[in-house]
């Protein structure tokens, strides 16, 4: 067989083994394919300063291109042991059997791994080996037409095969199944929740500018889970231990007995750039987590919650942030509905003034009390900060970078935070000329962004335009330029405009 035709019947070979696996996982109810759990570990294995880039450079994009990048690995190598089928037919076997075995680990190191996992990979690679035989199967005593049309008539059935059983997979995904099921759940809940109203004043309503709440939809998502995990509200606990005086395990119905408080909170991430858009402001019903604390008794020498969610992420939270009075929630509302399943559900916390990689863990299922010299938590292990206050910072939305203007008055308007401690003004300079007083709109609390306008009288010409926000505390926003590692971006943004 030619180079060429053993390549193609590698890449056939993997394919057909991610359309077994895939199939074989829906039939078995997992909660995770070996595929998902792949992605999954090289997400964990990922250095956080490559990781970052790559957030950086893709945003949203990064989950659904981690699975294409373990899919095209696999077909990749899947096409090597095409290659040395004939001539190295060892190697070949050792290259199936070590993938087996990787993809095997990578499931087993999952919080919900188990036999089904490892079943899944090695039918994999069982389909691995038994498509290259089939492919290879008597090419010495055929002609080489015969051998020609014998391989493109059984590549087009195994190929076909391959599609159906992969579609199938997707039909009767459990995990699809089991996400419709939750969504009804979810919609069917009745929870102490309410819309509140912008608060008067807030929206600027400058064209071109974002709303001053963000919707759920828009809200920006930054976590490692490539399929948010599913969890039913009857089924989830949160367990919480460590250096307690007595620990305490709650149900669902235990937050919401409880009663929900409603606060106006404005999260962001870590990986947020200078004028990024990794940030979102919203109403939160939450249960305020500083009341738990104090139940279960926090014993001296503590100084951290170490947070888990549902699928194995961990996260670090000082303890003086959670009990300092301010609105720390574990939310089970999000701008008046039950927490939409990628942000959370059915529980997650929210806490203003960090990043939300020490503090805003999603489908939290277990707290710890302890120390903050006793573990290293996801991202902390990755090179980030150990505790992560939010910076503040302010962002230009309006003129868009590069954007062509009338000359005569316009409007230059953006969003400034600095949560938990809040905004006291906003301030622009256009071509390094004199810093001018923005109106500010009016907020709610000091845990919310702020929106800012400058009406600015625009001349023909290039023009540069830079801002900078300062905090109530007098302290204003650095113009030193530094990367988002180990604890977020700063400087001040700036676009370039041209007036006609």
Known sequence: MTSRRSILSGLLAAAAAIAASEGLSALLNLRESPILAVGQSVIKLTPGPIAEAIIGVVGHADKPLAVTSVVVAILLLGALAGAWWTWHRLRAYALVVGLVALASAAVLGRPHGGGGGVLASVAAGAVVVGVLHLLHRDEAHLTVDESRRTFLRTSAVIAVAAIIVGSAG????????????????????????????VPTG?????????????SNRDFYRIDTALSPPLVDPE???????????????????????????????????????????????????????????????????????????????????????????????????????????AHGFPVRQVVPGLYGYVSATKWVVDWEVTRFADFEAYWTQRGWGEQGPVKTESRIDVPGNGDTIDAGTTAIAGV?????????????????????????????????????????????????????????????????????????????????????
């Open 170 to 197: 997707e039909v009767l995904a459990s995990r699809h199944r089991r996400r419709q099921a939750l969504e009804r759940v979810r919609s069917a809940l009745t929870l102490p929740s309410r819309r509140v109203a």
């Open 202 to 214: 807030a929206d600027l309503a400058v064209d071109g500018q974002g709303s001053w709440l963000t």
């Open 235 to 341: 089924d989830w606990t949160l367990r919480i231990h460590g250096m307690v005086d007595k620990e305490l395990t709650l149900t669902y119905q235990d937050l919401i007995d409880r009663g929900l408080e409603h606060e106006w909170i404005t999260i962001c991430c870590v990986s947020n750039p200078v004028g990024g858009d990794l940030i979102g402001n919203t109403i939160w019903g939450g249960v305020p987590i500083k009341g738990i604390l104090d139940e279960v008794g926090i014993r001296p020498g503590a100084d951290a919650l170490l947070s888990t969610s549902d699928d194995g992420w961990t996260c670090g939270t000082p303890l003086a942030a959670l009990t300092d009075g301010r609105n720390a929630l574990l939310a089970l509302t999000m701008n008046g509905e039950p927490l939409p399943i």
């Open 416 to 500: 400034a935070w600095a949560q938990h401690v809040g905004i006291d003004g906003v301030e622009v300079r256009i071509d390094d000329g004199e810093w001018q007083r923005a109106t500010l709109g009016t907020v709610p609390n000091v845990d919310t962004w702020v929106q800012w306008r400058l009406d600015w009288t625009a001349t023909p010409g290039d023009h540069s335009i830079e801002a900078r926000a300062t905090n109530t505390k007098g302290e204003p926003q650095t113009d030193e330029r530094a990367g988002v590692l180990p604890d977020g971006a700063t400087g001040y943004p700036g676009i370039n405009v041209k007036v006609t």
